[in-house]
């Protein structure tokens, strides 16, 4: 596609069920990221694949986050359980190269969550 | 780690007015990013721009990485212009790759 494409766009959960947000990138790039953006703050790093590979899962604030890639292209992160501070959005960005940050990152809209 | 502040925090502006925006950083970076978050939560890319001058349309952005700094320029600003501008820049995490460290945001409100 032509962005980076996050879905659902909003997400309501009640505490303790299980979360599935999709992170569709821009088409051939390598690097994948997810953050967690509380409101009224910047968004902050939660992990890092590149390719199919997750290099850095060390932002994942518990075990009952876990992100998965399987096949280098598409993304998926998954709460368990979900508790009340869990509540924010969560965003996507894709970069060309397998540089990390050091290459430009391109944003998705984000998913906003809210756990009641 | 890298500490990333932004000034000032909240701006109110009539349309047609000139605006400065300040980033600065407390450690070398190899790259920099300007972000413009709009209403709807969307992160648009505004400038990638490691070091010197930018300009596209009525933004303008400077970096001068000696000085750790960058600075975004808003001019004859825009309703459209109203949201959150964020600067961003990369930092080693504690996994060992890079990620991106961002400031706390300059809100921005455009006034009619």
């Known amino acids: 596609g032509a962005g980076v494409s996050q879905s659902p766009r909003y997400k309501v959960a009640k505490r303790g069920q299980d979360v599935a947000l999709r992170c569709d990138p821009i088409s051939g790039h390598v690097s994948l990221f997810w953050y967690q953006q509380a409101l009224g703050q910047g968004p902050e790093f939660l992990t890092y694949f590149q390719n199919e590979a997750q290099l850095d899962k060390s932002g994942l604030p518990s075990d009952r986050f876990f992100a998965e890639r399987p096949e280098g292209s598409v993304s998926t992160l998954k709460i368990q359980r979900t508790q009340q501070e869990d509540s924010a959005v969560y965003l996507c960005?894709?970069?060309?190269?397998?540089?990390?940050?050091?290459?430009?990152?391109?944003f998705g809209q984000g998913t906003r969550l809210t756990v009641v | 780690g890298i500490q990333v502040e932004q000034s000032p925090p909240d701006l109110i502006l009539q349309e047609g007015a000139n605006s400065t925006l300040r980033c600065n950083f407390s450690d070398s970076v190899n790259n920099l990013q300007w972000f413009h978050q709009n209403p709807w939560g969307q992160l648009i890319n505004l400038f990638y721009i490691p070091s010197g001058t930018k300009q596209n349309g009525r933004l303008s952005a400077t970096t001068v990485a000696t000085e750790r700094y960058s600075l975004l320029y808003i001019s004859s600003s825009q309703t459209t212009d109203s949201g959150v501008y964020f600067c961003?820049?990369?930092?080693?995490?504690?996994?060992?790759?890079?990620?991106?460290?961002f400031g706390k945001g300059t809100k921005l409100t455009v006034n009619p």
């Open positions: 961003a820049v990369p930092a080693v995490t504690q996994g060992g790759s890079e990620k991106l460290v």
């Open positions: 960005a894709s970069s060309l190269s397998g540089g990390g940050a050091r290459t430009e990152a391109f």
